[in-house]
């Protein structure tokens, strides 16, 4: 993760004869009642608001900034913020080797969650705040939790697909021959063990992902899906045993091993699960999405025109993963967000594959266009650490060094995904931008170290998750907590304490606003930033750029932390900002910030008490709308 890819060509996209129409990459505008492409009319005194917007080479630098303020978030965007809080599931082939990062090599017969309880995970999840949730179908190990049509290397291979409780002998005898049969065959079909996943004794829990997502939904949580690109059980075979043997020559000289080389020899012994299609050099040729499988139960509905196709110029892998992400959208869809890092990590070895952003990017846009990718075109991007920290100056509107349908988001990034300033009037006016887009952040983190169970390792402190909260959701980011269930299938009793205590302390602190406490609504503006609507807010008079904003609360009260929002529905504005306390003489400058953004809270050493406080709008792109303000005293986890 965080391993900036830089741009490829783009290969050809289009749909089948008897599928949906053709959409294109770029989402359509979210700016109330109106409709834009992504490159929008621009006229001398008018920009029309836009997720992204092409930047011109005669633009001087007040139109880049007027641009800027003209970049807005698509509604599917919109509502991902609003969310706050996701929690990341890593939970596979690893939990059950207690590695962080496996070969690709491991034996099916290791992964048999037993005692998996998703909606327990889910009770868990909801009670740390969460309103989405999402779970790694495939990491980098490549080991597959669901049902696929295109690897022998998943869950239908392991134990957990079979339960033999309550089956008839003739039953258990047709389920073991299938799977004799299928195995026999893996190296020549990889769809072999797909084709005889209805033999026999078959574990209606078998698919992990749909049972997860089953789970999730009937919690009332919104859906993601993290598919990585990087597959440790595609390595072609012939390079993967010289490569064992370069790492055990390695070790035998005394050298120290990275962790994906400590898994690589560990499993030596073994050929990658795969078909060998990652870094093959395999020419790119026309292929037809969904590649159908002998005995593929989509035949007749494609044939029907029941079911869109596409043509696409691919290579064996990225045709694979083509392949995979159809499967996941036409299979489990909704999806809300579809998670993907950029992680090459064989290169230094020897072995590259060059994924085809541009094609995936189409896909997904055409199967799908609501969902949120991570590093896709409009979609999110990573914040540039695995703390949960987000910058004190954190743009949703961000430069991009060329189309972003084309590239993985990192990449396009100016200073790369982990630079100070990502979004600032010098970055978006520098030399080389050639579009500004909506590309808010996601800030990740681990609640134990490893982002895969181990149970030797210890849960955070309810304390430190409301710290990172408040420096995540806080500074205009998205928190993506992981939380790893154990090998028993279950989160661990200590970190469903940790996570309760979290979602108590936030749900206390931040669900109780003293602006409104004992007392009605009548005041227009404070009723404007007290409803909890995006859409009603305050501006400065005239259309001004800065501004100042008094609210009187009903009494004096104390409090130490500040929440402000903007209506993001028409772009992120201010630029720099204070808040002061009236003493009861005279005003008292409480806490300063930069940006703002969907939500910036500020956590002031002490309690204060006043009456009354003024916010000031110092700096602004373009009229700033003030779309929410809070007053709170925060209550520590128990």
């Not at 920009?47 to 003209?70: F, G, M, Q, W």
């Not at 005692?115 to 790694?136: H, P, S």
């Not at 988001?409 to 100016?414: A, C, S, V």
Request: hydrophobic share 35%; with cysteine.
């Amino acid at each position: 993760m965080g391993t900036p890819v830089g741009r490829r060509s783009a290969l050809a996209l289009g749909i089948g004869v008897a599928s949906l129409p053709f959409l294109p990459a770029a989402p359509a505008a979210a700016s109330p009642g109106t409709g834009s492409s992504s490159n929008p009319p621009l006229t001398k005194d008018r920009i029309t608001p836009a997720p992204l917007i092409e930047i011109d080479a005669s633009d001087t630098p007040d139109t880049v900034v007027r641009k800027a303020a003209h970049v807005v978030p698509r509604p599917s965007q919109v509502a991902w913020q609003q969310r706050e809080v996701t929690a990341f599931t890593h939970f596979g082939m690893n939990t059950f080797t207690d590695r962080e990062w496996g070969s690709g090599a491991e034996d099916e017969a290791t992964f048999d969650p037993s005692g998996m309880d998703a909606d327990q995970w889910m009770r868990a999840y909801k009670a740390a705040g969460a309103r989405q949730v999402m779970f790694t179908a495939k990491h980098h190990d490549g080991f597959v939790l669901f049902p696929t049509r295109y690897t022998n290397h998943s869950v239908i291979a392991s134990p957990w697909w079979i339960r033999t409780d309550g089956c008839s002998d003739a039953e258990r005898d047709a389920t073991a021959k299938a799977r004799a049969e299928a195995d026999a065959h893996r190296s020549d079909d990889p769809a072999a063990y797909w084709r005889a996943r209805n033999a026999g004794c078959r574990n209606p829990r078998g698919d992990i992902l749909g049972t997860y997502l089953a789970a999730a939904r009937r919690a009332g949580l919104k859906v993601g899906v993290y598919l990585s690109p990087a597959d440790g059980s595609e390595q072609p075979h012939a390079w993967h045993a010289q490569y064992v043997e370069k790492i055990r020559a390695k070790q035998a000289s005394g050298q120290s091993l990275s962790i994906e080389e400590q898994a690589t020899v560990d499993d030596g012994d073994r050929a990658p699960g795969g078909q060998g299609r990652y870094g093959s050099g395999s020419p790119v040729v026309r292929r037809t999405i969904p590649t159908l499988v002998p005995d593929d139960d989509r035949a007749d509905a494609l044939a029907a025109h029941r079911i869109p196709s596409f043509t696409v110029r691919a290579d064996d892998y990225n045709a694979y993963y083509l392949n995979q992400l159809y499967e996941l959208f036409t299979q489990y869809g909704p999806i809300d967000e579809l998670w993907l890092d950029g992680a090459n990590p064989w290169t230094d070895a020897g072995i590259t594959e060059k994924y085809d952003f541009t094609a995936w990017f189409r896909l997904i846009h055409a199967l799908s266009p609501d969902t949120v990718t991570f590093a896709g075109p409009q979609g999110t991007r990573w914040i540039g650490n695995e703390n949960g920290v987000g910058r004190t100056t954190e743009w949703s509107v961000t430069p991009a060094t060329a189309d972003p349908a084309t590239a993985h988001g990192e990449g396009l990034l100016p200073d790369g995904p982990s630079a100070a300033d990502i979004g600032s009037r010098d970055k978006i006016t520098a030399p080389g931008i050639e579009y500004l887009q909506w590309f808010p952040a996601e800030a990740d983190v681990s609640l134990r170290p490893g982002w895969f169970f181990h149970a030797d390792e210890k849960p955070k402190t309810p304390q430190q998750l409301v710290t990172i909260y408040e420096q995540s959701v806080g500074r205009n980011a998205v928190l993506l907590l992981n939380v790893p269930p154990g090998r028993d299938g279950r989160v661990a009793a200590p970190d469903v304490a940790s996570l309760t205590a979290f979602g108590n302390s936030v749900a206390a602190t931040y669900g109780h606003n003293l602006l409104t406490a004992g007392r009605g609504s009548r005041d227009p503006v404070l009723r404007a930033l007290t409803d909890g609507r995006l859409t009603t807010a305050w501006s400065p008079s005239r259309g001004a750029t800065t501004g100042a904003v008094t609210v009187k609360l009903h009494a004096h009260r104390a409090f130490d932390r500040i929440r402000l929002g903007e209506d993001i529905t028409r772009g992120q504005q201010v630029e720099r900002f204070a808040v002061d306390i009236w003493t009861g003489t005279a005003w008292q400058q409480a806490a300063t910030g930069t940006t703002i953004g969907y939500a910036r809270i500020l956590a002031l050493p002490e309690p204060v008490r006043g009456d009354r406080i003024r916010i000031r709008i110092l700096q602004s792109r373009t009229t700033p709308r003030l779309a929410s303000a809070s007053l709170h005293l925060n209550v520590p986890p128990e």
